[in-house]
C-alpha cells in the first residue's frame, strides 16, 4: 500500500494554476519525496520535477518557466507549483521517493486542463 499521499490536483482552464502536494501518509515515516513524475492518457509515465542531493531543483524541457518544485523537510513534503498550465499538462501526477534501490510511488492525483 502507498506511504505516499498526492494532492491537489482538480479541473482547470488554460492558463490557470495548481499546487500539488506529496507528503508521506504516516508520522515518523522513512519517506522523503524526492519529485514528480506524471503520465498522460496512453503515454508512458514521465519526469517532470525532482530535487537534486545538492538542493538544487532540476526540471524537464516542458515545464521550465512555467513550474516550480519545492520542499519543506520539516514535514517531509514535496510542492509542486503549476502555471500557465496548458492542454497537454492534463496527466495524473505521481510523486516518488527511492529507498535501499526501491521506487516507491503514491496513488496519484489528477490534473485536468480544459479549453
Known amino acids: 500500500q502507498e506511504e505516499l499521499v498526492e494532492s491537489g490536483g482538480d479541473t482547470v482552464q488554460v492558463g490557470g494554476s495548481l499546487r500539488l502536494s506529496c507528503a508521506p501518509s504516516?508520522?515518523?515515516?522513512?519517506?522523503?519525496?524526492m519529485g514528480w513524475y506524471r503520465q498522460q492518457p496512453g503515454k508512458q509515465r514521465e519526469l517532470v520535477a525532482f530535487i537534486a542531493n545538492t538542493g538544487d531543483p532540476r526540471y524537464a524541457d516542458f515545464v521550465k518557466g512555467r513550474f516550480t518544485i519545492s520542499r519543506d523537510d520539516a514535514k517531509n513534503t514535496v510542492y509542486l507549483q503549476m502555471n500557465d498550465l496548458n492542454l497537454e499538462d492534463t496527466a495524473v501526477y505521481y510523486c516518488y521517493d527511492i529507498l535501499d534501490g526501491n521506487w516507491y510511488w503514491g496513488q496519484g492525483t489528477q490534473v485536468t486542463v480544459s479549453s
Open positions: 504516516r508520522s515518523d515515516s522513512m519517506f522523503w519525496p
